[in-house]
């Protein structure tokens, strides 16, 4: 194990970042410190297994309004830990949902957006929206009814803003009536546009 850290380390040097992280790790916590605080690393871990679990998933889903809903059910109940794997992604969601505003009311109540963190709250405020954005893109995907009328419903509150609202509405949902477009482009947005921001 030495000498593979010793190669690694004489081609990228990593003796310096090993110290630095030896003597981080080294230091006492303040005394302010709590359980509290361990709310944004379990936010991260969950995140991590929506990643693989969401990676995972792509492989057998199809979205296509016609093959989305037997490509879930296969994913359920043909393919080999499908079921939990669907499972865990669909209740890792709603606990990401949970700690992302259970940790954003820690920071707001420990006074954790003040200066000269200010940044680092708008920072998670921008990705608490995108959480919820895949929240909402992603109740689609399994084209069931529970999905196709909560979407319905919540584009057409969307279409009911002033100015924008209708063209917003149908740029969405891919036209004037919900169905295949409708479906493809929350995929694109779940899975791709989402996933990059």
């Known amino acids: 194990m030495q000498r593979l850290w010793d190669w690694f380390d004489e081609r990228l040097h ?8 030896q003597e981080n790790l080294r230091k006492p916590s303040p005394r302010h410190v709590n359980w509290l605080f361990t709310m944004g690393s379990a936010l991260l871990l969950l995140l991590g ?13 199809k979205p296509s309004g016609r093959e989305a809903f037997a490509s879930v059910e ?9 079921g ?3 499972s865990a992604h669909n209740w890792g969601s709603h606990l990401i949902v949970i700690m992302a505003l ?11 957006y003040k200066k000269p ?7 998670g405020v921008g990705l608490l929206a995108v959480i919820l954005g895949f929240g909402f893109t992603g109740y689609l995907l399994p084209w069931d009814q529970k999905g196709y009328y909560a979407t319905q419903v919540s584009t057409k509150i ?4 002033p100015l924008v609202g209708q063209q917003a509405q149908e740029l969405i949902q891919g036209g004037p009536k919900y169905g295949h477009h409708t479906l ?14």
């Open 49 to 61: 297994v929506q990643l693989l679990t969401g990676v995972l998933l792509m492989v057998y889903y």
């Open 84 to 86: 939990l794997t669907r």
């Open 102 to 112: 259970l940790h954003m009311f820690r920071v707001f109540f420990y006074g954790g």
């Open 117 to 123: 963190r200010e940044l680092t709250w708008i920072i």
């Open 158 to 161: 969307m279409g009911n803003a």
């Open 74 to 82: 296969a994913i359920m109940y043909e393919v080999p830990l499908g």
């Open 14 to 21: 990593l003796a310096p970042l090993w110290d630095v992280l």
């Open 184 to 197: 493809t482009r929350f995929f694109a947005l779940h899975a791709g546009l989402l996933p990059a921001s």
